[in-house]
């Protein structure tokens, strides 16, 4: 496994696997593994003659007063799990890197980032879409994964691909779970045993309004409520949103009729956690 800090490395290791004729595969991250991040690199290794996974803590896609100082990092342990999976080539850039100085150059996807997260983290897509955007360039690669936890992350970019004719494919696999329902993040490591347990009310709280589809509840409204009321009776919950809307349009609804994604966001104490569910009629 080759480890690139540079575009120039990167591009040459890439360069390499394209001249012996193979398929590029890619999985951009923020690094510190979970099974989630390793299900797409398996798809990947599964689908493609070369692997590239990217690890890089993007400053841009945080807030100013975000976790991106003490976003859990381990070098050395991602490289390591990285290595198990099969992964040819790891990029982990510096910040200065990606942005040098005197970098002004962003790309921004409306609409579709202006509610859920793109609310509660103002700038945030702006940030991932940028660096993604320059990742691909970097990378070049035929297909890219993501995952579904990031339901809304997945459409922006996949509208970004498509409208600015990227030459790519993007495939979102589902979202990787505990055993307990807790959908796996890199963010789980600042809750605290107690925090760990009360968060067990979002698999919950999803879970429950698919159970309400199933039999037969359309009303958007009450659905919203349902899982809103069940949140925020547990008391380490604090609510940043509860949203349903269609999917993959995003688009606000009324009446379930086709697919909708039930989107979370709750904070419990310096995590904030995200989940969704897509419910289908
Ligand atoms: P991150 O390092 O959190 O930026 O995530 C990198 C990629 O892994 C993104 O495409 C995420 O959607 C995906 N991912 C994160 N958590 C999960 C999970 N629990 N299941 C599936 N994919 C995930």
Same mark, same amino acid.
């Given at each position: 496994?080759? $480890? @690139? ?24 991250? +923020? ?7 390793? %299900?797409? +690199? ?5 689908? @493609? ?42 990029? !982990? ?11 002004? !150059?962003?790309?921004? $996807? ?9 609310? %509660? ?8 879409? !940028? $660096?993604?955007? #320059? ?13 579904? #936890? ?9 509208? +970004? ?13 589902? !979202? ?8 796996? %993040? ?18 919950? %709280? ?6 309400? $589809? ?15 009321? +069940?949140?925020? /009776? ?36 310096? /995590? ?10």
């Amino acid at each position: 496994m080759e $480890v @690139c800090r540079t575009v120039g490395e990167v591009r040459a290791a890439v360069r390499r696997h394209r001249e012996r004729g193979a398929k590029i595969g890619f999985v951009p991250t +923020m690094g510190y593994f979970h099974e989630g991040h390793l %299900s797409l +690199m398996r798809r990947a290794r599964a689908e @493609c003659g070369a692997v590239v996974v990217s690890i890089f803590v993007n400053p841009l896609q945080f807030g100013p007063r975000e976790d991106l100082a003490e976003y859990p990092r381990d070098l050395e342990r991602d490289l390591r799990m990285a290595r198990e999976v099969g992964v040819d080539v790891v990029f !982990t850039p510096a910040d200065e890197e990606m942005y040098p100085p005197g970098y002004c !150059t962003y790309v921004e $996807v409306l609409g579709l980032t202006e509610k859920l997260c793109g609310l %509660s983290r103002p700038g945030h897509f702006r940030g991932v879409t !940028t $660096v993604v955007a #320059k990742l691909f360039n970097i990378v070049q690669p035929d297909v890219a994964y993501f995952g579904q #936890k990031d339901a809304q992350q997945a459409v922006v970019i996949q509208r +970004m691909v498509r409208d600015l004719n990227m030459p790519l494919e993007v495939v979102v696999l589902p !979202t990787v779970r505990e055993a307990d329902g807790l959908a796996m %993040s890199s963010r789980n490591v600042y809750l605290s045993p107690e925090e760990r347990q009360a968060a067990l009310v979002i698999p919950r %709280s999803l879970a429950r309004a698919v159970e309400a $589809v199933k039999g037969g509840e359309r009303n958007v409204a009450v659905l919203r409520e349902m899982v809103r009321g +069940m949140i925020a /009776a547990e008391p380490r919950a604090q609510i940043d949103y509860v949203e349903i809307y269609g999917w993959p349009d995003l688009e606000p609804l009324t009446v379930l009729t086709d697919r909708a994604l039930l989107a979370v966001a709750v904070r419990f104490g310096r /995590a904030r956690l995200i989940d969704n569910v897509v419910l289908e009629v």
